[in-house]
Every structure is written in structure tokens, then in C-alpha cells.
């Protein structure tokens, strides 16, 4: 149990860097936002590199959570997970009511995977993709903070 406290720390903590640096991130380049071709195209080279820096930080923070931190989760409250597909896990997590809806999450993964390409030839596409960012943070965010708070909440008493 110890060892799994552990890598529940360790889980949170890689979690918390990632969110507090695409925070970071979003609050110098939410001012371009929504994104129109002009606008996109003024971008400069600092500025693009918080987006680019604000779209990793989404990414890893979504993978972080859903690799990592939501198996954590239901292993040390003792519910089965191994062999399981992820749809299985997040409707667990819904079902404990960890998360809203596993429909949310599914949804924030499909833009993840959007921003993640870039489109050289289809400006227009990645900034229709890119436009989506300001509410997808949102809800990312939510998840994040909701899953935070009980860790240290139900698990606080454990060294967390």
C-alpha cells in the first residue's frame, strides 16, 4: 500500500507541473483567443512557442491523468482495473462519481489528438482545432482540480 501511496505522489506531482505550466502558458497567449487567420499569422516566434508549450502541457497533463493517475486512483480504493480498456476504467470513475462523465474526457483525448498535428497546408483546420482550446481547458482543468482534491483528500492521511 505504501509503494502505491508512493507512485500516487509521484503521479500528483508530475500532474501539478504540468497543469501549473500550461496555466502559465494560457494566460500569456489566451489574449489571441478566438484565433482568426490574421491574428495567427501575427503570432511571433515567443508567442508561438507558449502555444506550443500550452499544447504539450495539455497533452501530457490529459495522458498524465489518463495513463497514470486514474488507475492510481481506483487501485488504492481497492476496485479492479487490470486488463481492463479505458472506456471500462473512466466509466468506473464516473460511476464513483470521480469524474462527471466519461463522454467529457473522450472528448478532451479527441482534441488533444487534433492539436497535437500540425497542418501546414490547412492553416484553417488547425485554427478551427486551436479555437476549441478555451473551453477544453476549462474542463481539463475541472478534472484536474476535482481529481487533486480527493487524492488529498482521501488519501491525505496516508502521506500525500
Same mark, same amino acid.
Given at each position: $500500500?505504501?509503494?502505491?501511496?508512493? @507512485? ?9 507541473? *504540468? +497543469?501549473?505550466? $500550461? ?8 489574449? +489571441? ?14 508567442? $508561438? ?7 504539450? /502541457?495539455?497533452?501530457?497533463?490529459? =495522458? ?10 481506483? =487501485? ?24 462527471? =462523465?466519461? @463522454? ?14 500540425? +497542418? ?18 476549462? @474542463? ?13 483528500? @482521501?488519501?491525505?492521511? /496516508? *502521506?500525500?
Amino acid at each position: $500500500m505504501e509503494e502505491e501511496l508512493d @507512485k500516487l505522489k509521484e503521479t500528483l506531482g508530475i500532474c501539478e507541473l *504540468h +497543469y501549473k505550466r $500550461m496555466i502559465f502558458a494560457w494566460e500569456n497567449i489566451e489574449k +489571441y483567443f478566438p484565433l482568426n487567420e490574421e491574428a495567427f499569422g501575427a503570432i511571433d516566434p515567443f508567442q $508561438m512557442a507558449l502555444f506550443d508549450q500550452f499544447i504539450y /502541457r495539455f497533452s501530457k497533463l490529459q =495522458d498524465s491523468m489518463g495513463k497514470r493517475l486514474f488507475r492510481q486512483i481506483l =487501485d488504492l480504493l481497492q476496485e479492479e482495473t487490470e486488463g481492463l480498456p479505458f472506456i471500462d476504467i473512466l466509466n468506473k470513475l464516473e460511476k464513483l462519481h470521480l469524474i462527471d =462523465d466519461a @463522454k467529457t474526457w473522450i472528448a478532451l483525448r479527441h482534441t488533444r489528438n487534433a492539436i497535437s498535428h500540425e +497542418y501546414p497546408l490547412f492553416r484553417e483546420i488547425q485554427i478551427q482545432e486551436l479555437n476549441q482550446l478555451p473551453q477544453q481547458v476549462q @474542463k481539463l482543468v475541472g478534472i484536474w482540480l476535482q481529481q487533486s482534491k480527493y487524492c488529498h483528500t @482521501k488519501f491525505s492521511a /496516508r *502521506h500525500i
